[in-house]
């Protein structure tokens, strides 16, 4: 049962689910998610790639179309970088009414170092035209989304995907690209949200027009009503999660802690800007302490914080919120729109501290 809507969760959620699943609150204990934690967003079928016979093709509006194998992109410069991906839908649950899509909670993002080559240099190489507008990024995987059969693409500015810091990664967390993370090849757009880190890459078209593919004009857009064109999803909005202290039931998940001192770690991360602070509240929101932030990380990666809480016994609510250099700051809650994407309000989790023995 949805708890805001009142509305059962259908089996078409649940098979959403259950594919693409998040990454546990408690691997945020991590720095880099391990592989097998990090959240999954598939929208079709893992595509079956051969690495012998596969190209990446870069074409459209440039002087010489390449057509790259792996070991030519393995053979050019090697650059790593931990880069925090958030699903555009993260938080979707937590909206009302809710959006029937992907149904995630709070798990949907991971920080995981990509290694790979840098994307810029390839589309000067390729003699990128100066009248470029749109790059759009083709993958492998292919199927029909409202109606329009398709291979998932999705449209970068020309500007955007001039960045010196984007990459085309073949490895994560000093692996080969897992087959449900892209392989063999993904792109890494620091700071954005992650539809456009599009996997198991197969073509780069430069475009002197705007790219209309559906992943950019139907989908992934900010809308008021069904009707309205609304504007294109692009940076991750700030936030924090916290690890939730104590121990979980099995079902349903409420948590319980003795009391105590009890430090509560968590990350925080923006695509406009460093995080600056992340505030702590054990009382839902009404009071607010300053957290520790951890080292500064590397642009695109998310950033420690701990804050100690004195737990004393009953029910509390432990609230976590960000602001990034920007001036951003995460709202109490959520700024609802049509397809309930960039859900930044505040996490609450609610723990049960139990009595002095
Ligand atoms: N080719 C392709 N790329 C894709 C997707 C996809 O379905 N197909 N999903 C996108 C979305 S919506 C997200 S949130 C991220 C998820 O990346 P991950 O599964 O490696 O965490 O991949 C993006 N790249
Ligand atoms: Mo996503």
């Known amino acids: 049962m ?11 959620e649940l098979d959403l689910a259950a594919r693409n699943h998040a990454m ?32 990446l093709a870069v074409a459209g509006a440039v002087e010489t179309p390449l057509s790259l194998s792996l070991e030519d992109l393995r053979a050019r410069p090697r650059v790593s970088a931990a ?9 979707r649950t ?25 994307l810029a240099p390839i589309l000067r190489e390729a003699g990128m035209s100066p009248d ?14 409202g109606d329009i059969e398709q291979d998932y693409e999705r449209g970068l500015p020309a500007a955007e995907a001039l960045r010196e810091d984007l990459l085309l990664a073949y490895e994560m967390n000093g692996q080969p690209l897992p087959p449900q993370h892209g392989f ?37 857009r900010i809308r008021a009503a069904e009707d309205d064109p609304g ?57 607010w ?15 420690s914080w701990t804050a100690v809480w004195h737990a004393e016994p009953g029910e509390h609510e432990l609230c976590c919120r960000a602001t990034d250099a920007s001036g951003a700051t995460q709202p109490m809650e959520p700024d609802w729109n049509v397809g309930g994407y960039t859900n930044n309000a505040i996490q609450r989790v609610p723990v049960v501290v139990a009595a002095r023995r």
């Open 289 to 303: 302490i300053d957290s520790e932030l951890g080292p500064e990380p590397t642009p695109g990666a998310w950033r």
């Open 83 to 91: 880069v925090t991906l958030e699903c555009a839908g993260n938080g």
């Open 184 to 220: 063999p090849l993904r792109l890494v757009v620091p700071g954005w949200y992650g539809m456009a880190h599009v996997k198991w890459l197969r073509q780069i078209r430069v475009l002197e027009e705007a790219f209309a593919g559906y992943q950019n004009v139907q989908s992934y």
């Open 132 to 145: 470029a507008v749109d790059v759009a990024f083709a993958g492998s995987d292919h199927g029909l989304e």
């Open 231 to 287: 504007r294109p999803i692009q940076r991750i909005q700030v936030r924090s999660l916290l690890l939730p202290p104590g121990h979980p039931t099995f079902q349903p998940r409420v948590r319980h802690a003795d009391p105590g001192r009890i430090e509560v770690r968590g990350r925080a991360w923006s695509g406009s800007g460093a995080i600056v602070n992340v505030a702590f509240s054990a009382d839902g929101g009404r009071t």
């Open 2 to 12: 949805d708890e805001t809507t009142g509305t059962l969760y259908g089996p078409e």
């Open 24 to 55: 546990p609150l408690e691997a945020l204990r991590y720095d880099l998610t391990p592989a097998g934690l990090h959240y999954l967003l598939i929208h079709y079928d893992i595509p079956d790639v051969d690495p012998a016979i596969w190209r």
């Open 94 to 118: 937590l909206m009302e009414p809710r959006a029937i899509s992907q149904p995630w909670a709070l798990g949907a993002v991971g920080n995981a170092e990509w290694t790979g080559t840098p």
